[in-house]
């Protein structure tokens, strides 16, 4: 039987839960509509070429090759009264209330290559002020707890409250695809989007605290820091099952809206193809947990993995007039979906208590820095092969596409996911076993380290 909240090993409140949780769903609204409907956004209304896009995006992930390490390492390193992590949380509101404004509202007098210039720099200011977030807070996050499954309920308020910025982001993509002015829609949405979400990370940050006995503990300089990951063999196999796993699914919400135009001939369906995905995505987070503690973590997220893949082979069979299969079937991606956003980021905890074990370091930045530039990369470059296949297929916008686009689509969406996920899943099983009780072992030694120094 599990014991009450107020009585369980390193357990945190839920105020403390809830403030480092809620500045979530601003930065996840703006996140989403970026990854969901900007790309299709830029060739359709703004008419940028999809090959442009691709680049466009991956030029961004490039950046991230620099920025993302950096800002884990520089705030593993940050020392102030306020914490390590803070400061930068803090410097972070002012660029995320302002940059998806200039993303998605161009001046109207800018077109061929002056417009291609201002998305990217666009773009780039987008990813910079998202890693400034999105990285320390993820270390943060590792930081509230250092028992083993408290950290899986921390992960699932921020995951519950990322999924609410997500419910936000549908009812925000409605509007724009039934909008007969999307330009003057996207203004109105980006404006609000971006000052709620600077807002929400001001108010979140001033209430949430960290544990500055970390402050100082950092690597010393960034090329220690990458090579401790990269020595680390937990952290090592799990790049290897993120980068998999995200060559196969990183284009799925890119796609997601040309597969409902132009396969499914339900273009106006398009939000609730996303509410069959992300609402059980929410519903199963209770249930995540309590599996995670049940079955162990390495079971539950292997199980999840395998069931998502098997999800996509189902979609692969939907066609025009089976839009309640395809939702039927959708919703068991967001199952598996769930689960994983749950569970493997309190794995990626318990890999940073093995680099503590062996270093004496607390280098979360650089952790969830590296793991974060390995989904992004992966992200990038799938982004910029997708736009260069569908104008190599023949895409034209707004028309009937030809047989050959239709199955690059089919194919991008369902099989590539599907086979990624399923290899990912099986690399995870067999070879990471950093099971509950190895980990205890792990947090015992370093407590009783912990307990020698301040007495």
């Known amino acids: 039987m599990n014991n009450p909240p107020s009585k369980r090993v390193g357990a945190v409140g839920v ?46 992930r490039i950046w991230d090759a620099v920025s993302d ?62 890693t400034i977030w999105f990285v320390p807070h993820s270390a943060l996050g590792a930081e509230l707890s250092m028992a083993h499954h408290e950290r899986t309920r921390v992960f699932a308020y921020r995951q519950f409250a990322w999924y609410v910025g997500f419910l936000v982001c549908v009812g925000a993509l409605h509007l724009l695809t039934v909008s007969e002015d999307r330009r003057a829609t996207a203004l109105v949405i980006s404006a609000l989007a971006g000052g709620g979400a600077g807002l929400l990370i001001l108010f979140g940050t001033a209430r949430v605290r960290e544990r500055l006995d970390h402050v100082g503990r950092g690597a010393r300089n960034p090329l220690k820091a990458l090579k401790d990951v990269i020595v680390n063999r937990y952290a090592r196999l799990l790049i290897l099952v993120f980068l998999i796993e995200n060559i196969g699914t990183a284009s799925l919400g890119i796609l997601a809206p040309y597969f409902m135009q132009y396969i499914m001939h339900e273009e106006s369906a398009y939000s609730l193809l996303l509410l069959s995905h992300f609402v059980p995505t929410i519903l199963i987070i209770p249930a995540a947990v309590w599996l995670s503690r049940r079955f162990g973590k390495k079971t539950v997220w292997f199980v999840a993995m395998l069931f998502s893949a098997g999800a996509y082979v189902g979609k692969f069979f939907a066609g025009p007039g089976e839009l309640v299969y395809l939702l039927t079937v959708t919703m068991a991606t967001g199952i598996g979906t769930g689960i994983g956003t749950v569970v493997g980021p309190s794995v990626q905890a318990d890999v940073v208590d093995c680099d503590e074990f062996e270093t004496g370091e607390r280098k979360e930045g650089s952790y969830f820095a590296i793991w974060n530039f390995v989904r992004k990369g992966a992200a990038g470059v799938v982004a910029m092969l997708t736009g260069i296949l569908l104008q190599w297929a023949g895409f034209e916008p707004n028309v009937e596409q030809s047989e050959g686009t239709l199955t690059t689509i089919r194919v991008l969406y369902t099989v590539l996911p599907a086979v990624m996920l399923t290899t990912g899943a099986l690399v995870f099983l067999f070879r990471f076993d950093l099971t509950e009780e190895a980990h205890a072992r792990v947090r015992a030694e370093l407590d009783a380290r912990e307990a020698a120094a301040a007495g």
């Not at 969901?36 to 940028?48: P, R």
């Not at 993303?103 to 773009?123: E, K, Q, R, Y």
Request: glycine share 6%; hydrophobic share 55%.
């Open 15 to 60: 105020g403390s839960m809830l403030a480092y949780a809620y500045p979530t769903v601003g930065v996840s609204l703006i996140a989403y509509l970026l990854n969901l409907y900007f790309f299709k956004y830029a060739t359709d209304v703004l008419l940028i070429a999809p090959a442009a896009m691709g680049l466009i995006f991956g030029a961004a």
């Open 69 to 130: 390490p950096m800002a884990g390492f520089l705030s593993d390193r940050t020392e102030s009264r306020l914490g390590r992590r803070r400061p930068w949380l803090y410097a972070s509101a002012l660029p995320m209330a302002v940059v998806p404004f200039l993303l998605w509202n161009p001046p109207t007098l800018l077109d061929g290559m002056l417009l291609i210039a201002w998305t990217t720099v666009a773009i780039l200011l987008y990813e910079t002020a998202i």
